[in-house]
């Protein structure tokens, strides 16, 4: 059901994989560990009956490390009545975006989601997740965990507050809705090249 759109070389990514700040711009020899800094960003999107979705890791610095998008996934009629109101969720926090993950070979401290949906993806991993939702409507209830304007964690995971904000400070200024428009037209310069109807994986 997962198909790559575009990973990186091995050397890339073994390089900025978990490239810290005095990396920037150079290219140094590393010779003790250093902690994975990369965000994940995971958007998934309905489009008339199925759902498709996109993930892309970037280093601290919003470099591309490895991108791989899903085919469209279509939930049977039978499907719809086992799993009723849970379905939508469970197709984009787990079929599409826990499978996406799971193939991409460049690790994420920390994911980043566009949907609400998606915000069950926490379920499934040990990182914190957040979503992104910039056009949150006031009068409705929170879609999660207030950790900064804009940005939530799941209800079940508040310990992923501090975690998150003590990433946002290490990271300084950070668009994270820029990513995510990257992700929707790389998805779309897909589908002009048919990268997405090559066949999925089972």
Not at 36 to 54: D, H, K, P
Not at 69 to 76: A, F, G, K
Not at 99 to 110: G, N, P
């Amino acid at each position: 059901m997962v198909t790559q759109q575009n990973s990186w070389d091995a050397e890339y990514r073994n390089r900025w994989a978990c490239a810290p700040e005095s990396m920037k711009g150079r290219m140094v020899t590393v010779s003790t560990p250093v902690s994975c800094q990369n965000l994940g960003f995971l958007s998934v999107f309905q489009e008339a009956n199925s759902f498709a979705g996109g993930y892309l890791v970037v280093n601290p610095w919003g470099r591309p490390l490895e991108f791989r998008l899903s085919s469209p996934v279509q939930p049977n009629k039978v499907q719809q009545i086992l799993y009723g109101d849970t379905l939508h969720g469970y197709l984009c926090g787990e079929v599409i975006g826990k499978t996406l993950i799971d193939k991409t070979a460049t690790a994420a401290q920390w994911l980043i989601v566009d949907n609400p949906l998606a915000l069950d993806l926490r379920l499934r991993v040990e990182q914190p997740v957040a979503l992104w939702h910039p056009l949150f409507d006031p009068d409705r209830e929170a879609p999660g965990l207030v950790v900064q304007p804009q940005l939530y964690c799941h209800a079940r995971f508040p310990t992923d507050m501090a975690a998150i904000r003590d990433i946002i400070e290490r990271l300084g200024g950070f668009d994270f809705g820029e990513p995510f428009a990257r992700i929707r037209e790389a998805l779309q310069e897909a589908r002009k090249l048919g990268v997405a109807s090559r066949g999925a994986a089972a």
